[in-house]
């Protein structure tokens, strides 16, 4: 069952522009960290960005400034902006998180969770 549902992906030309959304299903809650990882073919999963529930921000080295990560805590919902776009920047995106997942009997469990990815294309 998933937990994460992203939504955004495409194609578009270098430079352009694409925002990608991330939901978590209402059985997560006290989510710490929601972030977007990427892996391109023959390449390892890396972090893109990623914020805390208070806000704080990461970033991966290559982002420069061009993608902004955002998340509303009372719907769980994140935001990946990114402009900019380069070819290299081609890749399948997966949403993250670690939070509390309700088992539906009045209990939880701790846990960390993957998008199902969506592909992100950059090319003339």
């Known amino acids: 069952q998933a937990h994460l549902h992203e939504s955004g992906g495409g194609l578009v030309q270098p430079g352009g522009s694409l925002t990608l959304s991330c939901a978590a299903s209402g059985s997560l809650f006290s989510i710490a960290h929601m972030g977007w990882y990427r892996q391109a073919p023959g390449s390892q999963r890396e972090l893109v960005a990623v914020?805390?529930?208070?806000?704080?921000?990461t970033y991966g080295d290559f982002v420069k400034g061009r993608f902004t990560i955002s998340r509303n805590n009372r719907n769980n919902t994140a935001w990946l902006q990114m402009s900019g776009l380069k070819p290299e920047d081609t890749a399948v995106y997966y949403c993250n998180s670690d939070g509390f997942l309700a088992d539906g009997n009045g209990g939880s469990s701790y846990g960390e969770y993957w998008g199902q990815g969506t592909q992100v294309t950059v090319t003339s």
């Open positions: 914020i805390t529930s208070g806000g704080k921000t």
